[in-house]
């Protein structure tokens, strides 16, 4: 079983769909990362957070601790959208590391 | 702000052979990682460095070395490419033990070994 889980692995949704994707992981940690890599591109670092919630624009990524689970929620998505999100976790204890999810694929069709 | 440079984007090595995968940040980071992503699979940390001097072995280190070079530069070395190391490699830097630092990442380099 990986550390880290990511549902669902595969997401198609309409322009203008409400969005969320799931994170649950199995070790202590000190923050969790999302990610965003787009098809053949980099990976850029959507939030950090550690308690509670971050909105940044359309995007909005929560946490819940004791629970060992984190969501992001893509609010009147676009077809930009489409990309590979990407959650991962530092262990807490070991801050040098992070520990990925496999990613799920999101296609936002107009 | 160029932020994380890797050279090159692509490559195509046959068995046996030799390359080096460069990286360079310029946000005077502690922190920098080499990283190799497979389809179906996370990321997978080949390398780190926790601080200029520091090299660790990840979770994959097999068949790589690497050199920190100075605190900007860190770079991945395969000695004799298998086609097992086909993948795509991201090297990243960080302040992960300061709050509020995210990964930044290179736009990787895409290796086919034949």
């Known amino acids: 079983k990986n550390e880290v889980e990511q549902s669902p692995q595969n997401l198609t949704a309409q322009e203008g769909e409400f969005i969320t994707i799931n994170c649950s992981y199995s070790?202590?940690?000190?923050?969790l990362h999302w990610l965003q890599q787009h098809p053949g591109g980099g990976i850029v670092s959507l939030f950090m957070?550690?308690?509670g919630k971050k909105k940044h624009g359309r995007l909005i990524a929560t946490i819940n601790i004791q629970e060992k689970h984190s969501s992001l929620h893509i609010t009147a998505s676009h077809p930009r959208d489409s990309a590979v999100y990407i959650c991962?976790?530092?262990?807490?204890?070991?801050?040098?590391?992070?520990?990925f999810g496999t990613g799920t694929r999101l296609q936002v069709f107009p | 702000n160029a932020g994380v440079t890797q050279t090159p984007k692509f490559q195509v090595l046959k068995t046996g052979q030799s390359m080096t995968l460069q990286c360079a940040q310029d946000m005077n980071h502690n922190s920098m990682y080499w990283y190799r992503q497979d389809p179906g699979m996370g990321l997978r940390l080949i390398y780190y460095s926790a601080s200029e001097g520091t090299t660790d072995k990840g979770e994959v280190p097999n068949g790589y070395n690497v050199s920190r070079l100075n605190k900007r530069e860190f770079s991945l070395r395969l000695e004799s490419a298998a086609p097992s190391q086909t993948s795509v490699y991201f090297c990243?830097?960080?302040?992960?033990?300061?709050?509020?630092?995210?990964?930044?990442f290179g736009n990787g380099t895409r290796l086919t070994v034949t």
């Open positions: 991962a976790v530092t262990p807490r204890g070991d801050t040098d590391k992070l520990i």
């Open positions: 957070l550690s308690s």
């Open positions: 990243a830097s960080s302040e992960l033990r300061a709050p509020n630092s995210p990964l930044h």
């Open positions: 070790v202590g940690i000190s923050a």
